[in-house]
Nanobody, 124 residues
Framework: QVQLVESGGGLVQAGGSLRLSCAAS??????MGWFRQAPGKEREFVAA????????SYVDSVNGRFSISRDNAKNTVDLQMNRMKPEDAAVYYC???????????????????WGQGTQVTVSS
């Protein structure tokens, strides 16, 4: 069982930056990702990183502005968000694929473990 806890959410002005962090209770030997869900919308893929961190994937709307990274020694996965836009506002969730699933995925159903989420608000 892997427990995930997100932190770093908050209020930021458009154009500003936030860094989200996800701490895992054990080393997640799997790919991990970040998803977000805005009110009235479905959960959306944001970014993912392979177990060895040699592969990343981003949704087009954040490519070039967001960066995902992981520190396997610390059991953490971070999402650096720059040049933020009002449409980035959502609850952000950290997720881990089942143990042994090393490659990135954009599909929520392929992630087995989820955090509780952290709110990100972007003021215009």
């Amino acid at each position: 069982q892997v427990q995930l806890v997100e932190s770093g959410g908050g209020l930021v002005q458009a154009g500003g930056s936030l860094r989200l962090s996800c701490a895992a209770s054990v080393r997640p030997v799997s790919a991990m990702g970040w998803f977000r869900q805005a009110p009235g919308k479905e959960r959306e893929f944001v970014a993912a990183i392979s177990c060895s961190a040699d592969s990343t994937s981003y949704v087009d709307s954040v490519n070039g502005r967001f960066s995902i990274s992981r520190d396997n020694a610390k059991n953490t996965v971070d999402l650096q968000m720059n040049r933020m836009k009002p449409e980035d506002a959502a609850v952000y969730y950290c997720a881990a694929r089942r143990l042994g699933a090393m490659s990135v995925s954009r599909v929520p159903s392929e992630y087995e473990y989820w955090g509780q989420g952290t709110q990100v608000t972007v003021s215009s």
